[in-house]
């Protein structure tokens, strides 16, 4: 493996570690937690778990966690407005 490529590989393997873990922040429209969901949707943890259940928003499960793209919550937020 070249230089280059070893650098490409882990930014890669970098990428989907964040994304896994659920970051604090979007990384390209990645996963996020029920907390980041809440802070976009502006609101509470029980009301994401609720419309979750009710598939009122989009979720994904990724192994055993529950995610949520932003972009598909941000698409419901300008739906509601």
Known sequence: MTPNE?????E???EIVVARMGSSRPIE???IDKHEAAKIL????????RWTASGEIPSH????????RAS???K????AA
């Open 12 to 14: 890669r393997v970098a």
């Open 29 to 31: 429209d990645g996963y």
């Open 72 to 74: 598909e919550l941000l």
């Open 76 to 79: 419901r937020k300008g739906g």
């Open 42 to 49: 502006g609101a509470s943890i029980p009301s994401i778990e």
């Open 61 to 68: 499960k990724i192994g055993g966690l529950r995610r949520y």
């Open 6 to 10: 070893l650098d490409q590989f882990a």
